[in-house]
């Protein structure tokens, strides 16, 4: 008994030269884009980097515009301050804000802080990071988490010795802190901070080694104890 031949779809339809290299080609493109998006991927992350423009539509300078501590007292004279100021009373800066100077004895950290930590942020001063709202400003009773970049603005922070003042003098009110330990720990490190913690404390951070240029997995912490400035009351 004869074998009955089968017909391939090419052959019998001639509809398939047009859908195979259509087939092919739709294969084809989406192996492509998905190789491309590999393969520039940390490209885009490192363009990301040098132009990101992300920051609030219009931000405000606060310590420009606060001439004067709340109740009276030049923002440089922190005797003369309150040992408590009613929360509602203050302008909670927004992303881009500048709310702060920073300073540290003994080195020549001095430089405007602003709220949020973006990279257009960090290339005008220091950023305070925002993400978690067991993070937070002067006065709150948190911990203040720091950055800068370590071949800017917080470079000479490798100089920062254990006992040395750290001033921040916001819209608000001027905070003192004593500088508790150094540490270099990787950038995934958990345990290099603690949000968890019902006192207010400050730690400052950098990538390291400090003469660095571009990602480095080590940063520089620096830890502080609150020693003064107004208490930020939410009860008044």
């Known amino acids: ?9 090419i052959r019998s339809s001639p509809l398939a030269y047009v859908v195979v290299p259509l087939a092919l080609a739709a294969v084809t493109a989406a192996l492509l884009a998905a190789l491309s998006f590999v393969l520039l991927q940390p490209y885009q992350m490192m363009l990301g980097w040098f132009f990101d423009n992300t920051t609030a539509s219009q931000p405000q300078d606060l310590l420009a515009e606060a001439g004067t501590v ?25 992303l881009g804000d500048r709310y702060a100077d920073i300073t540290i004895s003994g080195t020549n950290v001095n ?18 990071y925002m993400e978690n709202s067991s993070a937070g ?3 709150e009773g948190k911990t203040i988490l720091l950055s800068g970049h ?3 603005f917080f470079n000479d922070l490798q100089h920062a010795e254990e006992g040395a003042t750290v001033t921040i003098t916001t819209h608000y ?8 330990e150094t540490k270099i720990l990787d950038y995934q490190d958990s345990s290099a901070y ?19 240029m571009g990602f480095t997995p080590d940063r520089f912490f ?3 104890r609150y020693i003064s400035g107004p208490v930020l009351d939410r009860n008044s």
């Open 1 to 9: 008994m004869p074998h009955s031949k089968k017909r391939s779809f």
């Open 70 to 94: 709340i109740d009276g007292g030049a923002a440089e004279e922190a005797a003369a301050q309150p040992e408590t100021i009613p929360f509602s009373s203050i302008t909670y800066p927004t």
């Open 111 to 128: 430089a405007p802080v602003y709220y949020g930590d973006t990279n257009r942020i960090l290339n005008q001063g220091v950023g305070t």
């Open 137 to 139: 400003l002067p006065g």
């Open 150 to 152: 370590n071949n800017t």
């Open 173 to 180: 009110g001027v905070y003192t802190y004593e500088v508790t």
């Open 194 to 212: 603690d949000f968890s913690r019902e006192d207010e404390n400050l730690i400052l951070y950098t990538c390291y080694p400090f003469d660095a």
């Open 222 to 224: 620096v830890y502080a």
